[in-house]
Every structure is written in C-alpha cells, then in structure tokens.
C-alpha cells in the first residue's frame, strides 16, 4: 500500500536483496505530465510521503543529490541557450517541487484534511495506516 512511486520502492527492495539496476542509455520511454504549478506540488507533497513512509527502505538513496543536480543543469542550459524567459518558469516549479517534498516527508505532523488538500491522490488517505 503505497500513494505512488511503486517502481522506485521496487528497484530498492531489488537492489536490498543483491540485484543491481543498470542504466542503459539506448533505451527510450516515452513518459510525460503536462502539469500546472498546483499539480506539480501536489505530486511531489506525495513523493516526499513516500520517502516519509520508506524512509528504511530507501535509506542510503540520495533524491535529494539528484534533483539539485538537475536544477543546476537545467538552469545551466537555460543560461547556456540564453533561455532566460523560461528562468522563472524553472525557478517556480522547482520550488513547487522542493516545498512539496519538504511538507510531504514531514506529512505526520500535518492535521489529515490538510495533508488531503496537499496530496494528489486524496482517495489514498481514506484507508493509509
């Protein structure tokens, strides 16, 4: 029972039990969310939920390495492609993301119609433990 990101808590309890997970840079996926800033937060408020609840699980994974090092790349190519009208675009999504996870990973201390309001999958927490 989990609000989302059932892949990763799969990858991590495969490479708990010996299993590696390898990148393979010719494979391609087409995956995509035309998200509002709303929607944005909301999505990762239920990330940071998730890292909250698997904390154990995925103890020694470092998210948070990875998502500033893909803010600093994505601003580093706005820059680089002079791209400057989508700066605040990128500054206000990355902060919608950071927040969302930083409420969500503290959502225990939050009152329940509040963390309902926050999440995006409301429904969920009609029957969490």
Request: glycine share 6%; proline share 2%.
């Given at each position: 029972?989990?609000?989302?990101?059932?892949?990763?808590?799969?990858a991590?309890?495969?490479?708990?039990?010996?299993?590696?997970?390898?990148?393979?840079?010719?494979?391609?996926?087409?995956?995509?969310?035309?998200?509002?800033?709303?929607?944005?937060?909301?999505?990762?408020?239920?990330?940071?939920?998730?890292f909250?609840?698997?904390?154990?699980?995925?103890a020694?994974?470092d998210?948070t390495?990875?998502?500033?090092?893909?803010?600093?790349?994505?601003?580093?190519?706005?820059?680089?492609?002079?791209?400057?009208?989508?700066?605040?675009?990128?500054?206000?999504?990355?902060?919608?993301?950071?927040?969302?996870?930083?409420?969500?990973k503290?959502?225990?201390?939050?009152?329940?119609?509040?963390?309902?309001r926050?999440?995006?999958?409301?429904?969920?927490?009609?029957?969490?433990?």
């Amino acid at each position: 029972h989990t609000i989302m990101n059932e892949d990763m808590l799969f990858a991590a309890r495969l490479r708990r039990a010996g299993y590696r997970i390898e990148y393979v840079p010719e494979a391609r996926v087409l995956h995509s969310h035309d998200y509002s800033l709303i929607q944005t937060f909301k999505r990762y408020f239920d990330i940071g939920v998730v890292f909250a609840q698997a904390r154990e699980e995925l103890a020694g994974l470092d998210a948070t390495g990875e998502g500033i090092r893909y803010v600093r790349g994505l601003f580093t190519t706005l820059l680089r492609d002079r791209q400057y009208a989508w700066m605040a675009a990128a500054a206000a999504e990355s902060a919608a993301k950071w927040v969302g996870i930083f409420l969500g990973k503290r959502y225990r201390s939050l009152p329940l119609p509040i963390v309902k309001r926050l999440s995006m999958h409301r429904r969920y927490w009609d029957r969490a433990t």
